[in-house]
Nanobody, 127 residues
Framework: QVQLKESGGGSVQPGGSLRLSCTASSTGNKRYCMGWFRQAPGKEREGVATINIDGVPAYAFSVKGRFTISRDNAKNSLSLQMNNLKPEDSGMYYC?????????????????????RGQGTLVTVSS
């Protein structure tokens, strides 16, 4: 099981930007689809973005054009650049890893919710 740790959350006004980072423990020989999902109070978990072992990203419709996901396989790290943030982007953001696809991501981004995840980092967008 890979250990994941997020950083970079905080409070920002609507229209602002935040960058989330995630570091992973050694992945050994496993290959992961990496990604982020979020959960707001009283709402269901929602996959935000995924990126496969080759660096090909995919985004939920709600964040497309505003968020950018990237990964550095050599450093076992993952990032999420969030621009033009909206109040509805508020919530706990989790870094996650899914090895079931041997590095490739399957299913919809919105349903991304693998078992290997970090503790989360809080994002608050409010005026």
């Amino acid at each position: 099981q890979v250990q994941l740790k997020e950083s970079g959350g905080g409070s920002v006004q609507p229209g602002g930007s935040l960058r989330l980072s995630c570091t992973a423990s050694s992945t050994g020989n496993k290959r992961y689809c990496m990604g982020w999902f979020r959960q707001a109070p009283g709402k269901e978990r929602e996959g935000v973005a995924t990126i496969n072992i080759d660096g090909v990203p995919a985004y939920a419709f709600s964040v497309k054009g505003r968020f950018t996901i990237s990964r550095d396989n050599a450093k076992n790290s993952l990032s999420l650049q969030m621009n033009n943030l909206k109040p509805e982007d508020s919530g706990m953001y989790y870094c996650a890893a899914d090895s079931s696809g041997v590095g490739y991501c399957f299913g919809t981004v919105e349903s991304y919710d693998p078992d290997d995840r970090g503790q989360g980092t809080l994002v608050t967008v409010s005026s």
